[in-house]
């Protein structure tokens, strides 16, 4: 079937064969390279996407679902050339090492900081807990968002 | 003639927090993974790997495979053109299994399709019928049996030496993965004469571009290797895994070659942390100083070579710790099994014995009456002292004390448990706040640096000068810990111009920077970085009779004599392969100088445990560690927190649990990482002292966080339970239930 969304403001279609995800309609078809897939099964939110505004595994959206909606990924975040607040807090201090779990962080962050632009310690833990990162041990990504929410950073 | 106004101070040396150059990239998603790979007209690469964990291949039947449309090519053992192996350290691993599959998940044949899920199908479509054997899964049997990669015996000093306080333990380290983010992916593309490129994940081209020259019986000019991005690493990406699969299957259709693998296939397609049984007796005198200490280690290689006989011998050399003792007697065992092989992963053999000697200089401190920090400063090694186990001097720094008057010093923060909701278990009902125990634990770690045992470490690098500055050209990884960064900052702190960028190579065009392992990098590669941009500034200065490089270009005194273009158009540049001070293979009694340079670091951890439920929350994990110079300290920082963190996960969940040789828990919901929630707070005191051969004194940094982080972890669990522990990762029920019943 041939499925057809906005992909960060952009009409797109796609042909859907088998029971593809929205990620690997992403990545596979429309060369949208920037959603990462690191688990397959929605644990490690490398893959986040807003589908329609919410956040969402697009490893775990039937690509069929997201027919008519309006899906965001990171390449989509912030006008071209630009960063999103999110983007530079994290460029800021170090929040980036191997970067795969990057694009997850951002998109979760950009969701979080729309509901709740000062968000608490704990408001920022729980809403990037389904977000995995083996590289920083999340020291830096929390630093980086407790100072975009304006609060005292440790 | 242009005057200049006076010498500014390089902006983005060392010593800053620069910001990495890949970062922007990353954030935007745009940054290239070897996941992220695509060429016109590639194929999609699959493997078919064992069901069993140790069978004989009675027939392959890849008719059934060939059959479905879209499927180019199917091959087995039978098709490899050269001898068919490969192995780090020994060649004694098939690229694809021929009479024998000695693990599970072996490879056993490999396709090449037009899209991956037709791969996917056709890998599944191969018949392969098997006849299967009795896996050997246990490593005490694999060594009464003989079946060792390797053997070690450490005896130094008087072999009859007493101590009247002794205390002797039995310790188990589970199976650890590494679990990088990014899955092993690659993309091999043939030139049309009967060479190939390869893009694959990797933390060292040039013995990946070997293994595949060798593997497949290619002359070396016929392979190149290219550095590709990474989804981290930590080990898993040293080893050769779809590599030589991809080679044979772009030079055997022609066509350019993908291969990912998902998170299940990634378990079972790199090599694990080993797991250790280790056996101590030490021995002091009633001042606490340790006279003889005696351990037995037996690691578990798995089915294949891999680095176990390094993986061994660090374990040996390092399993008194940083500590001095003079009467020691060790024996190591690395048994071959048909486990899942197992091989380099950060730490590689510090990390299993430190959970070991630190469980017992507790256990000590314990029958002495003493404090634990005491006891180890106590018996702290120090610059001039001898290693315990091998005899060898140590002449570089070596800030034991430094380390434990650190983190005794580093006051306590932390709340009441349970304030802001940071219970064990979560925030919610789960755990009954008035039971929750608190514990401190402290542990101390010591690790090499470089590659060790007479291994000839080196790391080529050229500095030369373009129109956008100076361009450093390495072979040398980026995993993520920020090389990228750090290779610049040597080159503009030591060449004079703020303008400086790390380029990547392939395996043709530059001499190999060695592994991106062994926390060697920012030594050897910063090193041949370091010597090429001195030699570089000095032949400029010296030819032009000038006192002075900058981004504008070459100055005597006040006169500018010749700009950066000019130089740029004369081509100006230099290669320098560094190596760090020669090391030795060990004699018959382990004696010798098998390393180049060493790092301590210190934990000291504090935990909220929930006795009834077995739960445990790790709030804070601070530490000190002996960097040498901190060269970037924003980028030690995270690999100090990064580090923190995988102890972390071994000390409380991380484990590959085995059923006869096959992984039960080969995903992500079933393989525990821990998360931000899971994280402790850290603060870190850099200990930076001259006389490492590193560049401006540096050392690595890589490796330290995770080594002493797990026992302190479980020291901490000690010390709020009274529950003896000898096992990561410590189980719920090793807390919650006796344990007789635990067990």
């Known amino acids: 079937m041939i499925i057809g969304f906005r992909l960060n403001g952009q009409e797109v279609t796609a042909r859907v064969d088998h029971p593809a995800s929205l990620l690997d309609v992403l990545r596979d078809q429309l060369g949208a390279y920037g959603s990462k897939n690191a688990c397959e099964q929605g644990e490690c939110g490398s893959c986040s996407v807003l589908l329609d505004g919410e956040l969402v595994c697009s490893c775990l959206v039937l690509a069929a679902d997201a027919e008519g909606s309006e899906v965001t990924t990171v390449e989509g975040v912030a006008p071209e050339g630009e960063l999103h607040p999110v983007q530079e807090a994290m460029n800021r201090v170090g929040a980036v090492q191997c970067g795969f779990c990057t694009p997850g962080f951002v998109v979760a962050a950009v969701d979080l900081f729309e509901r709740n632009p000062h968000p608490t310690s704990r408001e920022i833990k729980e809403a990037l807990a389904g977000n995995i990162c083996r590289c920083t041990g999340y020291g830096a990504i929390i630093r980086a968002f407790e100072e975009l929410a304006g609060r005292e950073v440790r | 003639m242009t005057t200049r106004t006076g010498r500014r101070s390089v902006q983005g040396g060392i010593g800053e927090s620069t910001i990495r150059p890949d970062g922007v990239p990353k954030l935007r998603g745009e940054f290239m993974y070897a996941q992220d790979m695509h060429v016109e007209g590639m194929l999609w690469g699959a493997t078919t790997r064992s069901p069993h964990p140790h069978a004989r291949i009675v027939s392959i039947d890849v008719g ?69 054997l009795e896996p050997l899964v246990d490593a005490e ?99 050769v895994n779809l590599h030589i699969h991809l080679c044979l299957l772009a030079l055997y259709t022609g ?194 640096l470089g590659f060790s045992e007479g291994f000839d470490d080196y790391a080529q690098a050229r500095v030369r000068l373009s129109p956008e500055g100076a361009i450093v050209e390495t072979a040398a990884i980026e995993v993520g810990q920020g090389l990228v960064n750090v290779l610049a900052q040597i080159a503009r702190t030591t060449l ?126 601070d530490t000190a560690q002996d960097v040498g110079k901190a060269l970037n300290p924003e980028s030690i920082r995270g690999q100090i927190e990064g580090g923190i963190l995988q102890g972390v996960g071994l000390a409380v969940m991380e484990e590959l649990v085995l059923d006869r040789g096959r992984i039960r828990n080969a995903t992500f919901t079933d393989y525990l990482l821990p998360t931000i929630l899971d994280a402790p707070d850290v603060e870190a005191i850099l200990i930076e002292q001259e006389g490492s ?42 807390i919650a239930l006796e344990e007789e019943v635990a067990r």
């Open chain 2, 141 to 239: 049997e694999a060594d009464a049996r003989d079946e060792v990669f390797r053997r070690m015996k450490i005896r130094r000093g008087d072999q009859e030496a007493r101590g009247s306080v002794v205390v002797e333990g039995y310790y188990e380290v589970g199976m650890q993965d590494q679990a990088p983010l990014g899955t092993e992916a690659g993309l091999a593309v043939p030139d049309g004469n009967g060479g190939v490129d390869l893009y694959a994940t990797s933390q060292f081209v040039h013995v990946d571009q070997q293994q595949v020259v060798e593997a497949l019986g290619l002359r070396p000019e016929q392979v190149r290797a290219h550095p590709v991005g990474i989804g981290g690493a930590f080990g898993a990406r040293e080893d």
């Open chain 2, 496 to 621: 004079g111009v703020s303008r400086a960028e790390v380029r990547h190579v392939d395996t043709s065009r530059i001499d190999s920077a060695g592994s991106t392992s062994a926390s060697r990098q920012t030594q050897l590669s910063g090193g041949a970085t370091h010597e090429a941009a001195r030699r570089l500034r000095q032949r400029i200065l010296e030819h032009y009779r000038a006192d002075d490089l900058d981004d504008e270009g070459v100055w005597r005194g006040d006169t500018l004599v010749a700009a950066w273009d000019d130089l740029v158009r004369d081509g100006w540049e230099e290669t320098v392969t560094f190596r760090h001070p020669p090391t030795e293979p060990p004699d018959e009694n382990g004696q010798g100088k098998m390393h180049a340079d060493f790092a301590v670091a210190g934990h000291r951890a504090v935990v909220d445990v929930d006795p009834e439920l077995g739960l445990v929350r790790v709030l804070r994990v």
């Open chain 2, 255 to 448: 066509r350019p070659v993908k291969m990912v693998y998902h998170r299940g296939e990634s378990f079972t397609g790199h090599v694990h942390r080993h797991p250790a049984r280790m056996w101590y007796r030490h021995e002091a005198d009633e001042n606490g100083r340790l006279v003889r200490v005696e351990a037995k280690i037996l690691v578990d290689g798995g089915a294949y070579a891999s680095t176990t006989a390094a993986v061994l011998a660090n374990a040996c050399y390092f399993a008194v710790g940083p500590y001095k003792c003079d009467s020691v007697a060790v024996d190591g065992v690395g048994a071959r099994t048909n486990n899942p092989p197992c091989g380099a992963m950060r730490g590689f053999g510090a990390v299993q014995v430190c959970f070991a000697y630190e469980s017992q200089m507790d256990r000590l401190a314990s029958a002495l009456g003493m404090d634990p920090l005491e006891l180890r400063r106590r018996n702290a090694l120090a610059t001039g002292d001898r290693l315990a186990t091998t005899g060898q001097v140590i002449d570089t720094p070596l800030p034991v004390v430094e380390v434990i008057d650190s983190l005794a010093a580093m006051p306590l923060l932390v709340d009441e448990p349970g304030s802001g909701g940071d219970l064990p278990g979560g925030s919610g009902l789960t755990t009954e706040p008035r039971h929750v125990r608190r514990g401190v634990g402290y542990a101390l770690s010591i690790k090499n």
């Open chain 2, 693 to 734: 051969w590193g560049p401006f004194g540096a050392k690595g940094v890589g490796e330290p966080p995770t080594i002493s982080s797990t026992p302190a972890v479980v020291a901490a669990i000690r010390d709020a339970t009274g529950k003896e522990l000898n096992r990561v990762p410590v189980r719920p029920q090793d």
């Open chain 2, 64 to 132: 059934p495979a060939l059959a479905i449309g879209g499927v180019h090519a199917v091959l087995t053992h039978d098709d490899i053109p050269g001898p068919g192996l490969f192995g780090l350290e020994h060649p004694d691993q098939p690229v694809l299994a021929g009479d024998v599959v000695r693990y599970w998940g072996e490879p056993v044949a490999i396709v090449a399709a037009e899209d991956e899920d037709t791969a996917r199908r056709a890998a599944e479509a191969v018949v392969v019928e098997y006849e299967e």
